[in-house]
């Protein structure tokens, strides 16, 4: 494991906004011990959303966002932690000519091929498919 293999540096996980917020809420397995092993020091990649143009699920990630960070940090003062998140804002990325926005997510809930050969290389396409990862599950 890193951690025991690199005593001497400091781990920060960085993830995207949607997967932050599962983190937060438990989704993940042992997802508290996820937190612990990188001593609460993250980072949040989050869509650069503009107020004006921005859907209600873009508004909406961005408040869970902001509820998230704030019960992750009521959950390690109770535990007398410290905590390091910074979030990040990035621009979106939009395949224009597919009209798809680019994003694990994207790549996650989707099984229509035609979208996920314009966002994934064939590689990670057969992978997942190979796997029956996220939507090609046979548990979805």
């Known amino acids: 494991m890193l951690i025991t293999d690199e005593p001497n540096l400091e781990f920060t996980l960085a993830l995207g906004a949607d997967t932050f917020i599962d983190l937060v809420n438990g989704k993940w397995r042992r997802s508290e011990d996820v937190l612990k092993l990188v001593e609460y020091r993250i980072v949040v ?18 408040d869970e966002v902001k ?5 992750l940090q009521q959950r390690v003062d109770s535990i007398t ?8 804002q990035i621009p979106s ?3 224009s000519d597919i009209g798809v ?3 694990s997510s994207a790549a996650r809930n989707t099984t229509d091929e035609t979208v996920l050969r314009e966002i994934l290389s064939a590689d990670v396409l057969d992978y997942i498919r190979e796997r029956k990862m996220y939507a090609f599950s046979d548990f979805r």
């Not at 509820?67 to 019960?71: D, H, L």
Request: net charge negative.
């Open 45 to 62: 990649f989050r869509r650069l959303v503009e107020e004006d143009n921005a859907s209600s699920e873009e508004l909406k990630q961005h």
């Open 67 to 71: 509820e998230c960070i704030a019960k």
């Open 81 to 88: 932690a410290t905590t390091t998140i910074s979030v990040t």
């Open 93 to 95: 990325a939009t395949k």
């Open 101 to 103: 926005s680019v994003s």
